[in-house]
């Protein structure tokens, strides 16, 4: 039930009728009170999947890559928030899996050059390498690596800004591992670089390649 407040010509909380009544910055308002309608075509219920696996991937690298690479780039809304914004168009039908489109990392510094990965189906091995490409641009030696390790289905073993004193673009070498006894073609590697910490930090876009078989 609507309140009119201050009398006929107050200001109206609630619905009255066809008619409903708020605050919106201490303002009054009044709108027309419209019934929801609950849609559930084939592109809805594709940006729902789409929601969802995007959202599953993000949440498993919150803390390690998500926040620390996506909070900077936004003052109106989340790191998180701003992750989904750009991955989730990537997420397509009919499998809405993880693909080499999606962004784990969306910035200016040189990236990585001739990004290429193979994994070893027995023991998980994952065999990273890249070309240096220091005094490209803003490229240096001593840049730092960030990498995720994830399967096309969205699980993730591994996910970091790596600080190792070999975790540099000079390298061009890295090891990582996923579980053994999968399928190569079904894991995907993203990497790039970054230097600096906090306010300083700059980064990479990251760059992604599907395994092939050791």
């Excluded at 940006?47 to 900077?72: C, D, H, Y």
């Excluded at 673009?169 to 990582?176: I, V």
């Amino acid at each position: 039930m609507g309140i009119i407040n201050q009398g006929i010509l107050g200001a109206v909380s609630g619905k009255v009728g066809p008619v409903v009544g708020g605050k919106w910055k201490n303002i009054p308002y009044l709108r027309s009170y419209v019934v929801p309608a609950y849609s559930n075509t084939s592109a809805q219920v594709a940006q729902r999947s789409a929601l969802t696996s995007v959202s599953n991937f993000a949440r498993k690298m919150l803390t390690s890559i998500v926040q620390p690479m996506w909070n900077p780039k936004t003052s109106v809304m989340s790191g998180y928030n701003l992750f989904i914004k750009t991955n989730i168009s990537k997420f397509i039908a009919p499998d809405f899996n993880v693909t080499t489109d999606v962004l784990v990392a969306d910035g200016n510094l040189e990236g990585i050059d001739k990004l290429s990965a193979s994994y070893a189906t027995a023991d998980g091995t994952v065999s990273i390498t890249w070309d240096d490409n220091s005094g490209v641009n803003d490229a240096l030696a001593s840049d730092k690596l960030f990498l995720v390790v994830a399967s096309k289905t969205g699980d993730i073993y591994s996910a970091s800004m790596l600080s190792g004193a070999t975790d540099i673009r000079q390298t061009e070498a890295k090891t990582a591992f996923a579980t053994p006894g999968k399928t190569a073609t079904n894991i995907i590697v993203f990497a790039g670089f970054y230097k600096g910490t906090g306010s300083e930090l700059v980064f990479s876009t990251s760059k992604a390649v599907v395994c092939t078989a050791a």
